[in-house]
Every structure is written in C-alpha cells, then in structure tokens.
C-alpha cells in the first residue's frame, strides 16, 4: 500500500521559507514522477513543480526563482523549498508521486500573512 505523508507547512510572513516534505512508503520512489501541487481556496488544483525520475525540473512561472523541487530517492522523499512567500502562496499543498498511477498526499496547509 502506497502511502505519502506530507510535512513543514505552516504560518509565515511575507518573504519568509518554509520546505515541505514528502515521505513515501510501500513503494519504488525512485521511478515516479514527484510534483507539488496547491490549492487555494475557491480555485483549482494547480501544478507548482515537478521532478522526474531522471531528475528534469519544471515550475510554474508564478514560483520560478522562489520554490526549488527536489528529491532524495534513498530516503524516499520528495521536498520543496519555498523561500520569499507571498500571500498568493497561501493554499493547501499536496504531494503527488506519479507513474502508471497516480497517489496523493494528504496536504499540507501554507498561510503568508502579513
């Protein structure tokens, strides 16, 4: 059974950091595509970066110079890092680890106020 726990959101100011953290279990993390996603209230889920299993990186153009993706496959992990938030960040982050399925995190809450 697949499992992906999410960790590290939280309450920050404009400007600050936070990185989140993505836990696998029960499965080959290595081969999966690893992305973030967030969803703010009253909006669609929206894709905020990716990382493949051979290591190519995309973001979103509203995150690109802030939030870096990463992955350690030894520690089946998957993180983001988030620096210089701002209050439009604010929404639930969920991990999703993707190949020929597709499992989710439970999400993470991320709140920049002023």
């Known amino acids: 059974q697949v499992q992906l726990v999410e960790s590290g959101g939280g309450l920050v100011q404009p400007g600050g950091s936070l990185r989140l953290s993505c836990a696998a279990s029960?499965?080959?993390?290595?081969?999966?595509?690893v992305g973030w996603y967030r969803q703010a209230p009253g909006k669609q889920r929206e894709l905020v970066a990716l990382i493949t299993s051979g290591g190519i990186i995309n973001y979103a153009d509203s995150v690109k110079g802030r939030f870096t993706i990463s992955r350690d496959n030894a520690k089946n992990t998957g993180y983001l890092q988030m620096n210089s938030l701002k209050p439009e960040d604010t929404a639930v982050y969920y991990c999703?680890?993707?190949?020929?399925?597709?499992?989710w995190g439970q999400g993470t809450q991320v709140t920049v106020f002023s």
């Open positions: 999703n680890i993707r190949d020929y399925y597709s499992y």
């Open positions: 029960g499965t080959d993390f290595s081969r999966y595509v």
